[in-house]
């Protein structure tokens, strides 16, 4: 018998399979986000954002972003000659996306100062996550540590010109032949976690040069991410307490500092971010602010990393909602369109819902920032809505990713192809919420910032009040927050007061910016019949309107 060996077998034809979503500008694509900007800063020019959308939808970066993801960087701790070097290895593309981060000046740039720059950098922040989030942890981290080296005269004036310049320099050199550098930040133990105060590292006095009073550090952290950053600021004690540290990977010498890295973490996700546990083995750190004061020092840079993973997250919930667009308004399935499908349709259109109220209160938040020293709402908004924003929008996302990968299907769960971003997004989103403080952190600081006294429930007052009369829904949560906030110290009831605080001021915002039909829907999906499963908006709604509005194209 005589088996054919033909090379011409085709079984069947590739069909009804939607095309890649790439070399998509995706600033001009994102009405609500445009829309948003639009109401903060009326006359705003957009086109740096419009370049970087272009950028960061092409398929050239999007391949970059493949590839950091799945070359993971890798821990060398010494050279072939035996010698300590304790450096890691990053794939090109992780520095070609380092490099257009820095270029877009999302990291420590804003603190040069000019109109609106961190509302513009916030809405870079959100483009840039929707093409590789993990990158983006180095640049947030060297946008918090910034402002903080103030503290700190003789390290600032050094290193300050070079955290904003937008020149990326990967070379492991020490910082006066570097162009521009990136810091970190090492707070938590083994022992403490979130309670740094529990740190047992020691820090002790080694003299003063330059930089300030230097000390000599032995112990240890747990999560230390990015560290072939050029510095950290780290938690140690010393006879004062819990103190702030500069810490650099080289010394002005050129020697290298006594940080060991121990080995790589093997997360769930955020595989292209390298993030370490390490020993200080007498390493050579320099006082920043006050001896004692290392606990408010956190928390001001606290503040902007939980302001990123805000909009981080609103970033990655408009990523995984385009690509779940881009596939229902291309595949068929019973005879239409998926997009076409009532049930489909109703699931969309609540996942854009969700996405631009995201978005709205990421950028209200981050539109705080730029505010004039003196003003007293701005302030009182940053303290109030960190939290609130970090809380509320982070513990959405990972429904939200698992929503919106269900509406790709099967495509949805491979890591393979343009669709498998997808899964890439499902293993990011926790992250955010646990990070720089998860749900109960950011519930309990919510509490301490309203025992502050009226002055923030004020703010709120003040901030909800142009919406008022405008949803009877909206009119009763906004009546109940004063009694609920006099009550601040039920710690039980912390998270719904969060989620409710939240809620109202994203119905404020989209009353503010958005269609009266996305208003309208938002005040009776999720004020007057809430549920925490997607798609279930109520009869009556333009689902049409609300993806027309949302389509990435």
């Known amino acids: 018998m005589t088996i054919s060996a033909r090379a ?3 079984t069947h034809e590739v069909s009804n399979q939607p095309r890649p979503l790439v070399d998509l500008n995706l600033f001009d694509a994102n009405r609500p986000l445009r829309d948003a900007l639009a109401s903060h800063a009326p006359g705003l020019d957009t086109a740096a954002l419009s370049k970087l959308g272009a950028l960061a939808g092409s398929a050239e970066m999007q391949q970059h972003a493949r590839l950091a993801n799945t070359q993971t960087p890798q821990l060398k701790t010494h050279d072939r000659f035996g010698a300590r070097i304790d450096q890691v290895e990053f794939h090109p593309s992780y520095h070609a996306l380092m490099a257009a981060a820095c270029e877009a000046g999302l990291h420590g740039t804003p603190w040069g100062g000019g109109a609106h720059a961190h509302l513009l950098r916030a809405a870079g922040f959100m483009l840039f996550t929707e093409l590789e989030p993990s990158v983006l942890c180095p640049i947030s981290m060297t946008y918090a540590v910034t ?21 990326y320099d990967a070379r492991f050199v020490p910082v006066a032949h570097k162009t521009g550098v990136t810091m970190g930040m090492g707070m938590t133990e083994k022992q403490g976690g979130s309670d740094v105060r529990a740190n047992t590292t020691q820090a002790s006095p080694d003299g003063e040069d330059a930089w300030g009073r230097r000390f000599r550090l032995v112990g240890h952290k747990w999560f230390f991410s990015a560290p072939m950053c050029d510095a950290f600021l780290v938690l140690a004690q010393t006879e004062a307490g819990l103190s702030c540290f500069f810490l650099p990977r080289l010394l002005p010498d050129g020697s290298v500092n006594a940080l060991r890295i121990q080995r790589l973490k093997d997360k769930l996700g955020n595989k ?3 993030s370490s546990e390490v020993e200080f083995q007498d390493a050579a750190a320099w006082l920043v602010g006050e001896p004692g004061r290392g606990v408010p020092q956190i928390l001001e840079m606290g503040t ?8 981080g997250t609103a970033g990655l919930m408009r990523q995984a909602l385009s690509l779940a667009l881009n596939h229902a308004a291309q595949r068929s399935a019973f005879g239409r369109k998926l997009v076409e499908q009532p049930l489909m349709k109703n699931v969309l259109a609540d996942l854009a819902l969700e996405s631009e109220a995201a978005t709205a209160l990421a950028l209200r938040l981050a539109a705080a920032f730029d505010a004039p020293a003196g003003d007293e709402h701005e302030a009182a908004m940053r303290r109030l809505l960190t939290p609130v924003a970090k809380f509320w929008i982070c513990k959405r996302g990972a429904a939200f990713a698992q929503e919106a990968m269900e509406c790709l ?5 491979v890591e393979e192809g343009g669709e498998g971003v997808m899964a890439r997004i499902y293993r990011e989103m926790p992250l955010n919420s646990i990070w720089e403080g998860a749900g109960n952190i950011m519930a309990l600081d919510l509490l301490r910032a309203l025992r502050k006294g009226d002055v923030m429930a004020a703010a709120l007052e003040h901030e909800l009040a142009p919406a008022r009369g405008a949803d009877a829904a ?3 949560l906004i009546a109940s927050l004063p009694d609920r906030i006099d009550q601040a110290s039920e710690e039980g009831d912390a998270r719904r007061l969060a989620r409710d605080v939240a809620l109202a001021v994203q119905a404020a915002l989209l009353q503010r910016h958005a269609p009266d039909a996305v208003f309208g829907t938002f ?3 999720r004020l007057a019949d809430a549920s925490a499963v997607f798609g279930l908006l109520p009869a009556g709604v333009d689902g049409d309107a609300m993806i027309a509005r949302a389509m990435p194209h």
């Open 8 to 10: 011409d077998w085709r």
């Open 147 to 167: 402002p903080a080296l103030r503290a700190n005269a003789g390290v600032f004036t050094e290193w300050f010109p070079k955290l904003a310049n937008r020149r």
């Open 272 to 274: 292209a971010n390298a």
């Open 304 to 311: 902007l990393t939980r302001l990123d993973c805000a909009l």
């Open 409 to 413: 299907g099967g495509n949805g769960y």
């Open 474 to 476: 909206l009119d009763r």
């Open 523 to 525: 005040c009776r999906a």
